[in-house]
């Protein structure tokens, strides 16, 4: 069974950084695409930024500039350093795999369990 663990959400401050990490466990063929996702009460869940096993990356783009995603394949994790924080980047971020599983083999998206990124003015 898969399973997205998700770590280093928190409080900081406008201006500050902080870096979030997405862990697949399981016994995983591959993942084809991991990325990060965000969601503020009352609006719809959006892409942040995503990244291929190939190394192709895309961001949405009011944090271009500021947060950087990268991947290491061999541990099946996904990292997304954000910089330059701001009030409007407060929401519960979640982490989001297209992964292709030994046991199938067919690819199906995971969702990680969410964590809270509050960014105070």
């Known amino acids: 069974q898969v399973q997205l663990v998700e770590s280093g959400g928190g409080l900081v401050q406008a201006g500050g950084s902080l870096r979030l990490s997405c862990a697949a466990s399981g016994t995983i063929f591959r993942f084809n695409v991991m990325g990060w996702y965000r969601q503020v009460p009352g609006k719809q869940r959006e892409l942040v930024a995503d990244i291929t096993s190939g190394g192709s990356t895309n961001y949405e783009d009011s944090v271009k500039g500021r947060f950087t995603i990268s991947g290491d394949n061999a541990k099946n994790t996904v990292y997304l350093q954000m910089n330059s924080l701001k009030p409007e980047d407060t929401a519960v971020y979640y982490c989001?795999?297209?992964?292709?599983?030994?046991?199938?083999?067919?690819?199906?998206?995971?969702w990680g369990q969410g964590t809270q990124v509050t960014v105070s003015a």
């Open positions: 989001n795999a297209m992964i292709v599983p030994r046991l199938t083999m067919a690819p199906r998206q995971y």
